[in-house]
């Protein structure tokens, strides 16, 4: 590149990411519950599943559990991640003197088995900030992948150079055991097909900024 050219750097997608292992067994502990809930009420569309295709098990299952925001022993869970998402959207220039944080989603994952469990690419719209916490993963299983979100670029795509540069349309993300994530919620993600081969669970996260006036 000419080395008279000047650069200015707008419209970035950011993704946040810190090491909490110090979390995994407490919130794995709560999540079983969850999970285990989860596998009581899908436990008939197993079984239908069974009589139409034979055994094939949990494959391409997604054990998605009920709500845990009401949880009191995640309390400081979501404090801390409350306070993070504050501090992020303030540190990208937003004003949130006249809005709060509210929680709207809070779930655990588990990816069947018996593997071929994955997410399409999404966002979740009606919200500021998501998120993960891995609990259940290894370099063998299932990871999530973050799209570029800007359509006009998409359609007039070129070919990428190797390496990761301001051309690529999406990155992977390496993840392990405590790894705790943020994002803007318009950014969309998908999670790869996994194989069965280890476990696979995390915990996914949605908060909205409301202005006080409506609260």
């Given at each position: 590149?000419?080395?008279?050219?000047?650069?200015?750097?707008?419209?970035?997608?950011?993704?946040?990411?810190?090491?909490?292992?110090?979390?995994i067994?407490?919130?794995?502990?709560i999540s079983?519950?969850?999970?285990?809930?989860?596998?009581?009420?899908?436990?008939?569309?197993?079984?239908?599943r069974?009589?139409?295709y034979?055994?094939?098990?949990?494959?391409?299952?997604?054990f998605?559990?009920?709500?845990?925001?009401?949880?009191?022993?995640?309390?400081?869970?979501?404090?801390?991640?409350?306070?993070?998402?504050?501090?992020?959207?303030?540190?990208?220039?937003?004003?949130?003197?006249?809005?709060?944080?509210?929680?709207?989603?809070?779930?655990?994952?588990?990816?069947?088995k018996?593997?071929?469990?994955?997410?399409?690419?999404?966002i979740?719209?009606?919200?500021?900030?998501?998120?993960?916490?891995?609990?259940?993963?290894?370099?063998?299983?299932?990871?999530?992948?973050?799209?570029?979100?800007?359509?006009?670029?998409?359609?007039?795509?070129?070919?990428?150079?190797?390496?990761?540069?301001?051309?690529?349309?999406?990155?992977?993300?390496?993840?392990?055991?405590?790894?705790?994530?943020?994002?803007n919620?318009?950014?969309?993600?998908?999670?790869?097909?996994?194989?069965?081969?280890?476990?696979?669970r995390?915990?996914?996260?949605?908060?909205?900024?409301?202005?006080?006036?409506i609260?």
């Amino acid at each position: 590149m000419n080395k008279e050219l000047k650069v200015n750097l707008f419209f970035p997608s950011l993704v946040y990411f810190m090491e909490k292992p110090e979390w995994i067994e407490t919130i794995n502990k709560i999540s079983n519950e969850y999970i285990e809930k989860a596998k009581r009420r899908d436990a008939g569309l197993l079984q239908r599943r069974k009589d139409r295709y034979g055994n094939i098990g949990d494959h391409g299952m997604t054990f998605h559990s009920a709500s845990m925001i009401e949880d009191i022993r995640l309390r400081n869970f979501k404090d801390f991640i409350t306070e993070n998402c504050v501090q992020i959207l303030e540190s990208q220039g937003y004003d949130l003197t006249e809005h709060l944080m509210r929680w709207t989603e809070l779930w655990v994952q588990e990816f069947g088995k018996n593997g071929g469990g994955h997410h399409d690419t999404h966002i979740h719209g009606n919200n500021h900030m998501s998120g993960f916490y891995f609990l259940q993963c290894s370099h063998k299983t299932s990871y999530p992948v973050f799209h570029d979100p800007r359509p006009g670029k998409l359609m007039t795509q070129l070919p990428v150079q190797k390496g990761i540069n301001a051309a690529i349309e999406k990155i992977d993300y390496k993840i392990v055991p405590g790894t705790l994530m943020f994002f803007n919620s318009y950014l969309p993600h998908q999670f790869t097909v996994d194989d069965g081969v280890e476990p696979f669970r995390f915990i996914h996260f949605n908060l909205q900024a409301i202005e006080k006036r409506i609260l």
